[in-house]
């Protein structure tokens, strides 16, 4: 069972740095800001400096730290590793190493409260902001999880120096900016300081909204969830309840309208040989996991019918065909692992095989559809019964 952390009654040790800093830029955010934006106002070039410097801070999280450091989801050239070495540093999120150390226990434990680091099972307040600010036994770090990382010279570097990089980054930057366009104190509060604060509360939604609000279609047993309204400011990350169930893909929007820009931007790369090894997951284990979702949700809106007998025994049907399409889904794998070599008839079974796996999928996409036919059925069906 999970610990309960009463707020009234368990004394904890508060992290003062992160602490100041969440409430110092946070303040000054909310009055240094729009009074000096009153007083002299602001240049097109600052509001620039803002969207540029706030944009690859927000994009070095999502496909450095996170995608491909924290998940494995693709590999990069050392160029473009130092590059979001350097911009993570910038959005003062805590080291790379921290970062996915924190990250990947977050996904093992996902909603245990004694071991997810930010566990929304624990609240808005706690899994949006609360959880870095005072010293919780779930947010303990024994870098158990991270040996990969550990062994990543430019992981090692950021780790080990970075407090001086993450502020050269800011204050440095941003200070050379002011001294061009003359007008240091404004680049810094703009550029600088509402630029953070943004930075941090966005990609904090994702710990917070994206595991309260939203739509799970992929897995129903945590938390995480599809969110759109968190999506639309982080770069793809609010597709996270697919994130969950597939987390070294390093896709989270998976169909091509989805609104995911780190995707694009790692599969671009990929085509200048930037990016290579870009992990996806199988479409049949998609279309499963979305399949054994909708099972379980009709499985439990039919029960309470007046006709559950005759609804349930289509499921049954339904699921009897889930079954035998598995089956037969591991089967073409299991003979596809075991095509070798570059003769005419290996070639020939091996695409074959792969026909038949294409099949197979597209069996479970008409299955799913014909379970959502079926739910608006006993929708309609149980509007006309009431």
């Known amino acids: 069972m999970s610990t309960v952390y009463p707020a009234n009654t368990t004394k904890l040790k508060r992290f003062w740095p992160s602490t100041l800093l969440f409430a110092t830029t946070g303040i000054l955010a909310l009055t240094a800001v729009p009074i000096y934006g009153v007083m002299y106002g602001y240049h097109w070039y600052q509001w620039l400096a803002f969207a540029i410097f706030g944009g690859l801070c927000a994009f070095s999280i999502s496909a ?69 600010m005072q010293k919780y036994p779930s947010n303990d770090l024994d870098y158990k999880n991270v040996p990969d990382l550990k062994q990543d010279k430019i992981v090692m570097w950021q780790h080990n120096y970075y407090t001086a990089i993450a502020i050269s980054m800011n204050l440095g930057i941003l200070l050379v900016l002011g001294l061009l366009t003359g007008d240091v104190i404004g680049m810094l509060l703009l550029a600088g300081v509402l630029r953070l604060v943004v930075n941090h509360h966005t990609t904090f939604m994702v710990n917070s909204l994206a595991h309260m609000w939203g ?39 998976i169909h091509w309208y989805h ?23 199988s479409p049949i284990q998609i279309q499963k996991a979305k399949l054994s979702v909708q099972f379980r949700q009709a499985e439990r809106k039919l029960a309470i019918s007046e006709h559950k007998e005759e609804w349930l025994q289509l499921l049954k049907n339904e699921s009897t065909q889930f079954s035998k399409s598995m089956d037969h889904w591991k089967k073409l794998q299991l003979q596809s692992a075991q095509c070798h070599g570059e003769q005419l008839a290996e070639k020939w079974k091996l695409v074959t095989i792969q026909s038949k796996i294409k099949e197979v999928e597209y069996s479970l996409k008409m299955q799913s559809k014909r379970l959502r036919t079926l739910m608006k059925q006993f929708r309609i069906e149980s509007a006309a019964t009431t």
């Open 259 to 281: 609104y995911d820009p780190t995707k694009w931007v790692i599969k671009l790369l990929s085509w200048l040989r930037i990016t290579y090894n870009l992990k996806i997951a």
């Open 64 to 132: 450095g730290t996170h995608r491909m450091w924290s998940h494995r989801s693709y590999d990069a050239h050392w160029s473009l590793r130092l590059f979001f070495a350097l911009f993570s540093a910038a959005a003062i999120q805590d080291s790379i190493l921290n970062w996915s150390a924190g990250h990947r226990n977050h996904h093992r434990y996902t909603d245990d409260n004694d071991r997810d680091p930010y566990s929304a099972m624990r609240g808005f307040w706690f899994s949006h902001i609360d959880w870095m």
């Open 215 to 253: 739509q799970r279609p992929y897995k129903d047993d945590i938390s995480a969830r599809d969110n759109s309204f968190v999506n639309l400011f982080l770069c793809g990350e609010g597709y996270h309840n697919y994130h969950h169930a597939f987390q070294t893909d390093y896709r989270n929007g």
